[in-house]
């Protein structure tokens, strides 16, 4: 996930080495599901060294947006070796890379599911910590499944290995269109950052936009005045966008990149040229109104050389609008969890202000399909104090307490999904809320 606007925090600030002082025992005596916590805890820190191998396997093995081969190989053994018996997946619904396992308990009842991110960054690696997302569901999906078994309750757990975060083909997407997520009620999955410990993430929604003029060559010299110069449609349009940004809204960002400027020669008007936008806002429909604005901008500049414009935009990701129920579930758990060596600001259990991320993943689709929550969470950052997608932050992504955050967060995870099997109401509520927000226009 490409996270951009981050404020510095001084690592020494970060650090609270001797915070814990509260005993597990007593941090864990919790209304209702809060009971499971202390086993979860307990479960999770029993398969600690297995998880490890993983991470550190994906972590050292990066592998770029459906390339996922090796993760996918060593994910799908792992699950099929399992004593709780998933049934295992491989290449699901037609993607090479994507996998599913299941737990099914063999009664009817609710069905929780966890994302497991694999792909990293071209040259700088998992630059964006998708081995911790790994980590997290892991832990969490198998903790869930061991309390279900425990304790015989009914409902199933499901986890996606969900290929291709980066860019913007969404493995997500593609596993949601092709019915994957058609009989799960919720969907987990975390994201590690520097700074927030936060379950009420909201990321932007984005598209790209692929544009080409079409003008008519001439003498620039001789007879400029028969050519139609396409290079003077896109400075125009460039122009008009710069403008633009001056109105456009806090969440709003437009990115823009020449890739033709058109022609070789500087004695010919330029018949073509060619630029990519990149457009970001904080719902789906403000989105489309951004969207509306920039290809006028391009319109303009058509319209005034009288060169052709083609403009082709590009579906990416939809804004993750969290369930609040959830989110809310899953700060009461993180709270009551001991953790020697914290990162980040602490969440308060009763917290539940959005947090905004500049940023977008495919979870932001999920988001729209169905209850969801994308747990940011900090991690300790490298010498360079680099976020998501710098050098430094793939250095960070691979230590041994970046990885014990992830379980924190995976024991978090499975105490809402264990809310979700247990609490009576408590899922007919997270729905509720679901299609209270999705039934009416998403904006807010
Ligand atoms: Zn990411
Ligand atoms: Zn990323």
């Not at 969404?170 to 987990?188: M, P, T």
């Not at 379950?199 to 139609?228: D, Y």
């Amino acid at each position: 996930m490409a996270q951009d606007g981050f404020v510095l925090v001084s690592r020494e600030s970060q650090i609270t080495k001797n915070s814990h002082t509260v005993s597990p025992v007593q941090s864990l005596q919790y209304e209702g599901a809060h009971d499971y916590l202390a086993e979860i805890a307990s479960f999770v820190d029993n398969q600690s060294d297995k998880l490890w191998s993983l991470n550190r396997f994906i972590h050292r093995n990066p592998e770029l947006a459906f390339k996922e081969f090796k993760a996918h190989e060593a994910l799908t053994k792992f699950m099929r070796s399992r004593p709780e018996r998933w049934q295992v997946t491989s290449s699901a619904c037609g993607i090479e890379t994507a996998w599913i396992a299941v737990y099914d308990s063999g009664r009817k009842g609710p069905a929780v599911s966890f994302n497991v991110e694999m792909d990293a960054l071209p040259n700088i690696g998992h630059a964006c910590g998708h081995n911790l997302i790994a980590t997290a569901s892991l832990a969490g999906a198998l903790a869930t499944a061991d309390v279900m078994s425990t304790h015989s309750l009914p409902g199933k757990v499901y986890v996606f290995g969900t290929p291709g975060e980066e860019g913007y083909h969404g493995g997500k997407i593609q596993l949601l269109n092709r019915g994957a997520y058609d009989k799960v009620d919720v969907s987990l999955i975390s994201h590690p950052s520097i700074l927030n410990n936060s379950p009420f993430v909201r990321t932007t929604a984005f598209c790209r936009l692929e544009v080409e003029f079409f003008g008519r060559a001439a003498h620039a010299a001789n007879a400029p005045w028969q050519g139609i110069n396409a290079l003077d449609a896109l400075v125009a349009s460039y122009n008009s966008v710069s403008m633009l940004r001056q109105q456009t809204q806090p969440n709003d960002v437009i990115g823009f990149a020449i890739t033709n400027g058109g022609g070789d020669a500087t004695n010919i008007i330029h018949a073509y040229s060619s630029a990519v936008c990149t457009i970001r806002s904080s719902s789906s429909s403000r989105l489309e109104t951004l969207v509306d604005k920039v290809s006028a901008c391009f319109d303009a500049g058509a319209q005034a050389t009288g060169a052709t414009v083609k403009i082709k935009v590009i579906k990416g990701y939809k804004d993750h609008v969290p369930n609040m129920c959830l989110a809310s579930s899953f700060a009461k758990h993180w709270s009551s969890l001991p953790d020697p060596y914290p990162v980040g600001p602490e969440l308060r259990a009763d917290e539940r202000e959005y947090t905004y991320v500049k940023a977008s993943t495919d979870q932001g689709d999920i988001s729209h399909a169905l209850p969801s929550v994308n747990v940011s969470f900090a991690i300790p950052a490298g010498p360079e104090k680099g976020g998501p997608h710098s050098a430094d932050f793939e250095k960070a992504a691979g230590t041994k307490w970046a990885f014990d955050r992830a379980l924190r967060v995976g024991k978090g995870m499975a105490g809402v999904a264990v809310d979700v099997l247990t609490k009576d109401g408590f899922l007919d509520t997270v729905k509720e809320e679901w299609r209270e927000r999705f039934g009416v226009e998403n904006q807010f």
